[in-house]
């Protein structure tokens, strides 16, 4: 058997019709920048996040990105990130000018260890970046204790985290803000580039609406230094559409994780930790081994695809050779790239799919 990575086409056959039908009306409406598809979209998703405004923007990254500067922060600040993220949580940072400060990740829960917070704290530290990492909530209620004790911003990176619960609230509004991402991998996914930006923020929301599309309000009134970064009205569109099927098709996931979870059984394998674990997404299903790259050739030689999430820390990418940082400098997200393996996940799988993988990996 052949199973890829992920498969977008079972969730796309399912609103086909749906999301042709769409394309025409905003075709045959000739009005594709900024108009009533993307202010539809941006209430929805506020609503289903139960926050007060969205502001829809290009990519997750320029969410975080215009966040950050909605906040003035930039040069010469300092941004707490966890070491074990995609890169685009650091990047948003370094955009703005401000140094990015890795806090290791709790091994167990993937996401920043609340611990180890404090001690990274300086007086040029503006703000926490929590990513819910492969889906699962991080503790944004320790977190933002800590961010109000030292008057930090906490800023949700959810990119990776529609949908997912934590104490009662929706990710996206756990802090001061949050950014998204609809990379067409995500659980809320568009059919190319898109993000937004939540928050209850009055102050912030009206900025960051005038940052992402050249720092005008008003058209050719430019009060910031803004950039181009919007979500069109056919991408508003098809999110839209998804966005009714988000929650089932979140469910359908986490159904298979079930079997994963209960039937995977090697001693090599170390599967999620379930302790503490609030309402993930399961974005990604990341197990973990020692023999990690054996495992993984392994399963591609019987046809299953897997990817590691992520095989280069960023403390150790040439794009951040400049922060000085060397092997064993975050041993944490280094074990992490070293032993991490997500397997196959999307809505949809059949039956034997998941058996065939449980299988496999229990023969191993
Ligand atoms: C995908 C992702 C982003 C960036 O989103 P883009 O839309 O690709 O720019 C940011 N942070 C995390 C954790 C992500 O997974």
């Not at 997912?164 to 509004?173: E, F, L, P, R």
């Not at 067409?184 to 900025?207: C, F, R, S, V």
């Not at 400049?322 to 997200?333: T, V």
Request: hydrophobic share 40%.
């Amino acid at each position: 058997m052949k199973i890829p990575f992920l498969k977008l086409e079972p969730m796309h056959a399912e609103i086909r019709n749906e999301i042709l039908s769409a394309f025409e009306k905003i075709y045959d409406k000739n009005l594709f920048i900024l108009g009533d598809s993307v202010a539809a979209f941006e209430r929805e998703f506020a609503k289903y996040c139960n926050v007060a405004y969205c502001i829809s923007c290009g990519n997750g990254l320029d969410a975080l990105s215009i966040i950050l500067r909605g906040y003035d922060i930039g040069e010469g600040d300092e941004v707490i990130v966890p070491s074990n993220t995609y890169i685009a949580t650091a990047l948003a940072v370094s955009y703005t000018g401000a140094k990015v400060v890795f806090v290791e990740p709790d091994i167990k829960t993937f996401n920043i260890d609340v611990n180890k917070i404090q001690a990274a704290i300086t007086s040029r530290t503006k703000a926490v970046i929590a990513v819910h990492l492969y889906g699962r909530p991080a503790e944004a209620d320790k977190i933002k204790i800590l961010c109000e004790k030292y008057g930090l911003k906490l800023i949700e990176d959810a990119a990776q985290a529609h949908g997912a619960i934590y104490n009662g609230k929706k990710t996206g509004n756990l802090g001061d803000a949050a950014g998204f991402s609809f990379y067409p991998g995500k659980n809320l996914g568009a059919l190319g580039d898109g993000g937004a930006i939540l928050t209850n923020d009055i102050i912030l929301a009206k900025k960051v609406e005038a940052i992402r599309n050249y720092g005008s309000k008003i058209k050719y009134h430019n009060e910031y230094k803004g950039v181009n970064s919007r979500l069109d009205e056919m991408q508003a569109e098809f999110l839209r559409i998804k966005l009714k099927y988000l929650d089932k098709w979140n469910a359908d996931r986490q159904r298979t994780v079930n079997f994963y979870l209960e039937k995977i059984n090697n001693d090599k394998i170390i599967l999620p930790s379930m302790d503490s674990v609030q309402e993930s997404i399961w974005h990604v299903f990341a197990i973990r081994t020692e023999f990690r790259n054996e495992l993984q050739n392994y399963l591609n030689a019987n046809g299953i695809s897997t990817l590691i999430h992520y095989p280069i820390p960023i403390h150790l990418q040439k794009a951040y050779i400049d922060l000085g940082y060397k092997l064993g400098d975050f041993p944490i997200a280094e074990t992490l790239s070293n032993t991490e393996l997500s397997l196959p996940l999307w809505f949809g799988m059949s039956k034997n799919e998941i058996n065939y993988i449980i299988n496999t990996l229990n023969n191993w």
